[in-house]
């Protein structure tokens, strides 16, 4: 056997030694591509998307199309070859996890602050909305979700406005924070929340 065969035997399983192992060895990146699009104006199982009561309505047959990023969940494993394909590509983009996703965050911490997102911007798309037809809106606090085993789960509810947190007015986002920051853990607060039409007190 010649040094050149030789060569070539030993090169070959080592080449394909690297390339799976660059396969099955996760990256710590993120990528991203075009997600689907959703015609809100449409309907969705004989009922309107978006429905508006107590005033006239007018359609003239176009779309209004809500874009979305699909984008590679919390727990991936995404390998070099699927970050590079993305950082070549024109369509997609690649990001470092840690830019994407907090430390040790899971699919599941990431679906609750997804929904907590998607809350708050339909809460801000309503706000605006309102304002711009004139309405005095008073900041108000609401429980947007709860996180499946804590303390509040069974006490509040998704909904929930929080009035007061120990005898503190709750005016915005940033006093709930400061009271809570303020907070020893393991002591209970004493909260005051509005359901509805009624009113009640929870520790």
Known sequence: MSRRTLATVIAVPLMVGLW?????????????RPGITVDVLAENGGTEII?????????DGGEL?????????AEDRVSIFSALRAWISDD????????????????????IRSHLDMTTSQDVALAVALTELGYD?????????????SPSEGVLE??????????????????????LGKAEVGTPLEIR??????RSTSR
Do not use: F, W
């Not at 192992?21 to 990146?29: E, F, M, Q």
């Not at 429905?51 to 359609?59: F, I, K, L, P």
């Not at 809106?137 to 085993?149: D, E, I, S, Y």
């Not at 929340?193 to 009624?198: D, I, L, N, P």
């Open 20 to 32: 799976l192992g660059a396969a099955l060895v996760p990256v710590p990146y993120v990528t991203s």
């Open 65 to 73: 199309r809500m874009t979305t990023v699909a984008s590679d969940r």
């Open 92 to 111: 997609e983009s690649v990001q470092p996890h840690d830019v994407v996703y907090s430390d040790g965050e899971t699919n599941e911490d990431n679906k």
């Open 51 to 59: 429905q508006v009561d107590g005033h006239r309505t007018y359609y």
């Open 193 to 198: 929340v509005s359901r509805g039409a009624r």
């Open 158 to 179: 998704e909904g929930d406005r929080i009035l007061k947190v120990d005898d503190v007015a709750i005016d915005g986002v940033q006093t709930l924070l400061d009271v």
């Open 137 to 149: 809106l008073k900041t108000a606090v609401k429980v947007a979700g709860l996180t499946p085993g």
